[in-house]
Each structure stands twice: as structure tokens, then as C-alpha cells.
């Protein structure tokens, strides 16, 4: 699931100067045909050694109650330590039984989820559906006892609130959920971490302090909460009696790991330090530094499409962006292919449409903008700018995967550029002042990126260019075009996959012909393993601490 | 005497005063705000207005500066915007393990600088006088994060003979009780755990110590050779006393009286290094801390940052001031 990819990408990336690259990171659509090699159930049993993974990464978890947080660091512990009714397979995004055994629908609109049997959370609760409907009432009703002013339920108010009209116990192991229309998206969405299931004694004991720095989280999961030393380290251990363990399903087993300890290391260069010094075993590493690790036979290296894209947007409000002609020049004036050659190496894979293949609507037909300065000059003069323009260029001043090294991108894109007359005043300010500037209108042009949260498009081409109040254009782009709003729309509400993917791939055209963006990268995701550390699989939206294991 | 006292110690609270201004002013002058910092590329204009409100951020600032006022009065400074947690808790729980380095870098810092400042007064203008001049020189240009770079690769990475940080072994927990691990480990009677964080203090404490090691050595040195010069050391060798005894006993003495006042203003000094030491050497202290909340513009971490280091050079100068109305008898009468 989107544990940690999720949020890293969307909120944590904001704070984190550092490409997130190992530690479960894996990612990556991997063709369907490479099934997750169904992590040998028949693994030899766990090796006699202690097994711990020790994981470095850039900051610590907020709090371990998944459904209050949204950062990707509270994100990839809590899903070692909760499960939740469903989860995506792994390899792809398909949603499969987890807590839940099984589910039934007759209108996509009333679910019936059949919960396994025999679960048991870490403080040796059962798991029942009295005890799921718990949780969703906590997170549902604003008035419910174990909510406190000071916790926000911000994925439920986004993901779930809007789907989700009531919940119902039907027996001990039956749990209804009533949608207020028919729709399939609640499959995926209920595999979001923060919809894990924790146990309703553990909360109401706790209170307000339940699983933050002074609490214990309980939940059902692989690992059992051991310490959290704040901004130093938290410490799981495995849990012996996880249910996963005892059912055969292919993407289930008990890990081998007896402990994963996640350490806080705010900077760059000490984290990669210590994992070269092999005092971390897994570590979140700039792709600056991952470079350096290449050829070496001690490492490992994965690489894998992830499910996100770096693009270069323009604000319509502001001319000449108004004219469809200079935004195509752009398009058509700048030699992407050199760039990505230059700039990503092979970490990254030349963006034809803004939806990478993963992506559910992703337009397989449309062709990536070839370059020709010729095209693009015709089309200048064409929009009455024979001669070109000079504009402000904004780069991001952060290392993202989609954009490796922005300013270097942009300047060698600016000389592309200036061949055809577009002339370019490079800029870039503190990244919560860009993030913030640039949703205000106040960027002609701007180069920026996503990863996707979910896998879904209305969470990839929907977030960008659905408007956010429904009736008039973003301001961040002023891009109007109502054809595309309906088709949005429409994708939030059709539950046949194969209609649905037909309405995306229309708007994937929409945005193309419009020139709305011009994506140039669909960055792959990288991990690096000591060569002790085995198991990785190519997963796209889920931690696999069950796979990973040590041998040296 | 009791009037220059109280007198000084006085002057302090307009300087504190003056510094929350100025400092509450400049924190919130920083581009970017926590807001958008805080709820990501996404957020809804709505949630921020939301988060702002309920942060007390859109408020005009000389209401939250006298909102802050008071809550730093009643003891509360506050609760960090990006973890929840009041900023006092957090306070208490690093201020031992920066107390911890810093201990320790001043022992190193003052043994190693008085050491070869006493070596390179004896043996002036020799080879070995203008080399220890060089590393002191050396000492003070040479940028703390990349000198504790340089030293995690060289003596973790490449040799491996100590760890390249943490306080403590990772898959070690302890017993908090007085926040030291020097002496939390040995309260719980376990000496391997007391082992594991003396390797983890080294290098931190090794270049925390070079932020003051090259001051303390050159005033060593300046100061020896002022007292070396003077008449009643003449006359003590004149007496025919040993070289050592004239050394450690006549000299020493005297010449290190201005190296103690000087340590004092030094540890605001290694205040300021502390912030890159321990981010380099992910050590959990105050200066990880405030080095984090200055990217996530955590305003009530970073002001209580900014008013913490003030606090201590404040009084520190002050302490030094008031030590020289007892060792100088003009400062006293005037």
C-alpha cells in the first residue's frame, strides 16, 4: 500500500531533502506477469541468529496512530505494526483480503466484509467486528469520546468521509459498510494505512496519549511496539503470533526478522555514513550519493518505475501562456530526451503522457512532444511572437526524484529555449514560499512533480486539474477547459474499470493537446541493499518487512 | 561591590527583553510558512486557514508576541507545531545529552589546548611552537560539519574503530533516569552499555572540541609567556628552583587565570558548534533539535532556540564580569 511511498512523496518530501531511496521503498509496477515470486512460503525456517534490520531515516514518526497521521514516516512503522481489512497486492494495485477474509457487493454500494477469524491484536483482544465499527465511529463521528481537539483526522475527512454513510455489525465476524453511492473505489482507499484497525482497549485506556511519544500503539500486525526513544529510534519486535503466519495466501508470512529498529538521522551525509560504516542496514540515500554505491559489489541496487511524474506547468492567466501555440513551442523547443539522458541517467524514464503506464487512464496512444525548434519557431510567430520572449522561469530548490537537480535541468532547458527566442530568467526561493507562491497564481511557468498516493487517477491527473472548488479554474494554473472538468468528474463516480479507464485516458488527451503541462520525467524509484540483506521484492504500494531477512 | 552585582545582573533583563523582540520578529521574517510547511502541496486553502487559527498564526504578530510573553511566564513555551509535543518536555529530554557533549568537549578542549599551549610557550619560536600555532590556526578555519565528516569517514567508515554516531548502539535501550548515558547505563550495572556510549561520545566530543581547543591554546600560550617574562619568576629561578616547580607552581597558576574567564564565554560558543555537531553525528540534543526546527519553521522551537543561546551567552558574560570583581580589585571599587 501506499504506506510510505504515499506520504514521503506528498507530505514528508516537503521536509526531506533527500530522495527516499531503500528501505522498503521498493516501488514499481512491475508487469503483471512478475507476480511477487510468492516469497517462498517454504522459506527456510527462521535463521537460528538474532535478526534485526536497523533502518535510518530523515526524521521521526509524528505519532503511531495511523489514523491521525499522514507523514510517510509515522506511515512505514505503523504498517509494520497494524494491519488493515484489505491490501494491495504488492506487485500491482489490485486490492486483495487481508483483515477482511472476503467481501461481498450486489450494488457496489452495500459491502459486506467477512472478517478472518481467530485474529488477535497485541494485547490479546480479539478481533471482531464490533471491534472494526469501533474504530470507524472513532473515526467518523466528530463527537466520539476517544477523539481529542488535538488529533485530525485529515484521511478519513478526504478519503473516506465523503464515500462512507454508515457501518453496521452484522455478527462477531461480519461488518457491513454502507456507501452513499455505488462506487469500487472504497476497496483501495480502505487499504490506506490510515484506516488500519487498533485495538478499541489500547485507545480507551490511553486516551489522548494512545501511541504518541508516551503511548504504546496495539494493533494486529507482523510487529509488536517495543520503545520509541524520540528523534533517536523506534523499536518493533516480531510478533509470534501474527495470523498472517498461520493462513497460506501468496503475500503472506511470518518475517524472519526478529526486530526492525528505525533510527532518526536528520542529515544526508551522516546517514549515508553510517550505512557505509554498516551500521545501518537499510537507509533512505540521496540519489547524489546512491551514484557512488553503483558498480560497487557490496550493494544491491533495485531499480523500478515508480508512479509519479516531473512536470513543467504554466499559469494561463498570464500571457503569453494564454496561447495554446507558445505553450507548444515550449514543448517542442526543448530536447527532453538529452535532458533526461543528462540529468536522471538511468533512474528515470522520458514522460510521453502525465499519467506513468501504472496509472490506471495512463494513454498509451499519445506520443511525447518530438523536438523541433522549426515547429516551435512557426508556432512563435504564429501566436504573433516572432521573436520570441523573455519570462521568469521557477526551478524547485529541493531534490526530488522527478527532479534530480532542477536548476541544472532548467539551465540547460533554458539554452534549448533560448534558441527559439523564449528567453529565461532562472528563479527559486524556499521550498514552503514555492510551494506556497506558486498555488497563489504567482509563477508564469514552474517546474514541479507528484507521486501518486494511491495508484488511482483521480488521485494523479484528478488532483491536478479537477478544480478545487468545483466551479472555477485553480488559480495556480488557470487552466479552463470544461470538457475535462465533466470527464473528471465522471472518473470519481464510474465503478466499471473498463469505462473508467476509457474517461482517463480521454482527459490524458485533453491535457496533451492543451499543453496544460509538459511532463518530462517519470521517475524511477531506487533501493539499495547491502548484499546481506535479502528478500526485496518489487513491490509497488507496500512495505515488505515479511520478506526482507539477514544473511551474512 | 554588592551594588556593581546587582547592578549587572539587572542589565540582564532588558538585554532578554530586547533579544525575544528582536528574535520573535526575525524567526517569523523567515520566507515560507509553517502552515503550508506542515500540510504539504495539497493542503486546501481551507485547512490552512484552519491549521493558522488554531496555531494562533493569524493573529497580527505583537498579539502572539504578548500571547507569548505571558505563556513563557506561566512556564509553558509553547508545544512544537510539527510534532504536538510541549516544546518544555522536549527541553528537558536533550538538554542532558548536549550537557553530556559538551562536558565532555570542554575537558578535551581545555586539557588538549592548555597542554600544548604550555608546550609551545616553552619551546617559542621553534619548529614545534609554529606547528601547534598551524593546527590551532587550522583548527579554527576548518568548517565543524566538514571536519566531522572527515572524521566519520576516516575513523568509522574506513577504519571502523568507532561508531559514526548515535549516542548509543542502536538495539540498546536505556533506562532513563538523569537523561546522562554515561550514568544512566552504569545505574542499570551494565558496563557493555556504559562501553557503547563512551565509543559513541568520542568523536562527537573529539571535534565539538576544536571549536574551543585553538582559543584556549594560543591564550595558553600568550599568557605563559607574559608570566614567563615577569620578575617573580626570574626571581624564583634565580632562587635556584626546579624547572618543573617554576613551571606547574609559579607560572601555570597565574598565566591559566584568564585562560578560566575565557572558557566561560566559550561555551556559548560551543552552543553554536553543537548545532552542526550533533546534526553531523545525529546526536539527540538540543542543537538536532533546533537545526530541524529551523527547516520545518517550527516558530516555537526556533524562538525558544534563539532565546535559550541568548540566555546562556547572557549569563555567562555575566558570571565572567562578576568573576572579575573578585579577581580584579579596580573593577570592584570603581
New interface residues.
Given amino acids: 500500500m501506499f504506506s510510505k511511498k504515499t506520504v514521503v512523496t ?2 514528508k518530501f ?2 526531506l ?1 533527500g530522495v527516499s531511496a531503500a528501505a522498503g521503498l521498493a516501488a514499481a509496477c512491475a508487469p503483471a506477469a512478475q507476480r511477487p515470486a510468492a516469497a517462498p512460503t517454504t522459506a527456510p525456517a527462521a535463521p537460528a541468529a538474532e535478526q ?1 534490520l ?1 533502518i535510518g531515516r530523515g ?2 514518526s ?1 505519532a503511531l496512530d495511523p489514523a491521525i497521521v ?1 507523514d510517510g514516516e509515522s506511515a512505514r512503522v505503523c504498517t509494520a505494526i497494524y494491519d488493515t481489512l484489505v491490501v494491495l497486492e504488492g506487485a500491482s494495485t489490485k486490492p486483495v483480503p487481508w483483515l477482511a477474509e472476503s467481501w461481498t457487493t450486489e450494488d457496489s454500494k452495500v459491502w459486506d466484509f467477512k472478517l478472518r477469524a481467530g485474529v488477535k491484536f497485541h494485547d490479546g483482544e480479539p478481533l471482531t467486528a464490533q471491534a472494526v465499527k469501533w474504530n470507524f465511529d472513532r473515526w467518523q463521528n466528530p463527537d466520539n469520546p476517544f477523539r481529542y481537539p ?1 488529533q485530525k483526522y485529515e484521511y478519513w475527512d478526504t478519503e473516506l468521509s465523503t464515500l462512507v454513510d454508515s457501518t453496521e455489525v452484522l455478527d462477531d465476524l461480519t461488518f457491513r459498510i454502507t456507501l452513499k453511492e455505488a462506487t469500487v473505489l472504497i476497496l483501495p482507499k480502505l487499504a490506506l494505512f490510515n484506516f488500519a484497525i487498533a485495538s478499541p482497549k489500547a485507545v480507551e485506556a490511553q486516551g489522548e496519549s494512545y501511541a ?2 508516551a503511548g504504546t500503539p496495539v494493533g494486529t500486525g507482523r510487529f509488536k511496539f ?2 520509541w ?5 523506534i ?1 518493533v519486535v516480531r510478533n509470534d503470533d501474527w495470523w498472517g503466519g498461520k493462513v497460506t495466501l501468496p503475500y503472506t508470512q511470518m518475517p524472519k526478522l526478529n ?1 526492525i ?1 528505525w ?5 544526508n ?3 549515508f ?2 550505512f ?4 545501518l542496514d537499510q537507509a533512505d540515500i540521496a540519489q547524489t550519493d546512491l551514484v557512488t554505491l553503483e558498480g560497487n559489489p557490496n550493494y544491491v541496487f533495485t531499480v523500478t518505475p515508480s508512479l509519479g511524474v516531473g512536470y513543467i506547468a504554466f499559469n494561463q492567466a498570464k500571457p503569453p501562456f494564454d496561447k495554446l501555440e507558445v505553450r507548444k513551442a515550449w514543448a517542442h523547443a526543448v530536447n527532453w530526451d538529452a535532458l533526461i539522458e543528462t540529468f536522471y541517467g538511468k533512474y528515470a524514464q522520458r514522460a510521453s503522457c502525465f499519467q506513468p503506464p501504472a496509472i490506471l487512464g495512463h494513454n498509451p496512444n499519445i506520443k511525447a512532444y518530438e523536438y523541433n525548434p522549426d515547429l516551435a519557431k512557426e508556432l512563435l510567430a504564429k501566436a504573433g511572437l516572432p521573436d520570441g520572449f523573455e519570462t521568469d522561469f521557477w526551478y524547485i530548490p529541493v531534490i526530488r526524484g522527478y527532479f534530480p537537480d532542477s536548476k541544472a535541468l532548467s539551465e540547460a532547458m533554458a539554452a534549448d529555449l533560448a534558441k527559439v527566442g523564449i528567453r529565461l530568467n532562472l528563479k527559486t ?8 507562491d506558486r ?1 497563489d497564481g504567482k509563477f508564469p511557468v514552474w517546474a ?1 512533480g507528484w507521486g501518486s498516493d494511491n495508484g488511482d487517477p483521480d488521485n494523479f491527473i484528478g ?1 491536478h486539474f479537477l478544480w ?1 472548488d468545483g466551479k472555477t479554474p485553480n488559480v495556480e494554473d488557470s487552466y479552463n477547459n470544461p470538457k475535462l472538468q465533466e470527464l473528471l468528474r465522471k472518473g470519481q463516480v464510474v465503478a466499471d474499470p473498463v469505462e473508467r479507464e476509457k474517461i482517463y485516458q480521454e482527459a490524458e488527451q485533453i491535457v496533451h493537446d492543451d499543453v496544460a503541462r509538459i511532463p518530462v520525467a517519470w521517475p524511477a524509484t531506487v533501493a539499495v541493499d547491502p548484499v546481506y540483506v535479502k528478500g526485496r521484492q518489487q513491490w509497488v504500494f507496500r512495505d515488505q518487512y515479511e520478506n526482507f531477512y539477514i544473511e551474512k | 561591590m554588592a551594588t556593581y552585582i546587582i547592578r549587572r545582573i539587572l542589565i540582564v533583563i532588558p538585554t532578554l527583553f530586547a533579544v525575544s523582540i528582536l528574535s520573535f520578529a526575525f524567526v517569523r521574517l523567515i520566507p515560507g510558512d509553517p502552515a503550508t510547511v506542515m500540510l504539504g502541496e495539497r493542503a486546501r486553502p481551507a485547512d490552512v486557514e484552519k491549521f493558522k487559527e488554531q496555531m494562533g498564526l493569524n493573529q497580527p504578530i505583537y498579539v502572539q508576541y504578548i500571547r507569548y510573553i505571558e505563556q513563557v511566564f506561566q512556564g509553558n513555551l509553547g508545544t512544537s507545531i510539527v510534532t504536538r509535543v510541549p516544546v518544555m518536555d522536549q527541553l528537558a529530554y536533550r538538554l542532558p545529552a548536549t550537557i553530556e557533549a559538551i562536558f565532555f568537549a570542554l575537558l578535551i578542549g581545555i586539557f588538549v589546548g592548555v597542554v600544548t599551549g604550555i608546550i609551545a610557550a616553552l619551546n617559542r619560536n621553534t619548529i614545534i611552537d609554529t606547528t601547534a600555532n598551524l593546527i590551532a590556526l587550522t583548527g579554527v578555519s576548518i568548517p565543524i560539519f566538514w571536519l566531522a565528516l572527515i572524521m566519520i569517514y576516516f575513523f568509522a567508515v574506513n577504519l571502523k574503530i568507532v561508531p559514526p554516531g548515535g549516542r548509543i548502539a542502536a538495539d540498546i535501550t536505556v533506562d532513563r533516569v538523569t537523561g546522562f548515558y554515561l550514568i544512566d547505563t552504569l545505574m542499570m550495572g551494565r558496563l557493555d552499555y556504559f562501553v557503547s556510549a563512551v565509543r559513541h561520545m568520542i568523536l562527537p566530543a573529539v571535534v565539538l572540541s576544536t571549536t574551543v581547543m585553538p582559543q584556549i591554546m594560543r591564550l595558553t600560550r600568550a599568557s605563559m609567556l607574559e608570566v614567563l617574562r615577569a620578575d617573580y619568576i626570574r626571581t624564583a629561578r634565580a632562587k635556584g628552583l626546579r624547572q618543573g616547580s617554576v613551571i606547574f607552581k609559579h607560572t601555570l597558576r597565574n598565566a591559566l587565570l584568564p585562560v578560566i574567564t575565557v572558557i566561560g564565554l566559550q561555551i556559548g560558543g560551543l552552543l553554536g558548534g553543537a548545532i552542526l555537531t550533533e546534526n553531523a553525528f545525529s546526536w539527540t540534543g538540543m542543537g538536532s533539535w533546533f537545526y530541524g526546527a529551523i527547516s520545518a519553521r517550527d516558530y516555537p522551537v526556533l524562538q525558544t532556540a534563539i532565546m535559550f543561546n541568548a540566555i546562556i551567552f547572557v549569563v555567562m558574560t555575566m558570571l565572567v564580569d562578576i568573576s572579575y570583581a573578585f579577581i580584579d580589585p579596580r573593577i570592584r571599587y570603581k
Fill in positions: 506528498r507530505r516537503l521536509t531533502a534485526t536497523i526524521g521521526d509524528v499522514t488535538s504518541t511519544q517495543e520503545s526513544v524520540p528523534n533517536d529510534k523499536t526486530k529498529i533510527r532518526s538521522i536528520a542529515d551525509n551522516t546517514r555514513a553510517e557505509q560504516a554498516g551500521t526561493e524556499d521550498w514552503g514560499a514555492y510551494l506556497s498555488k514541479l488532483y478545487n
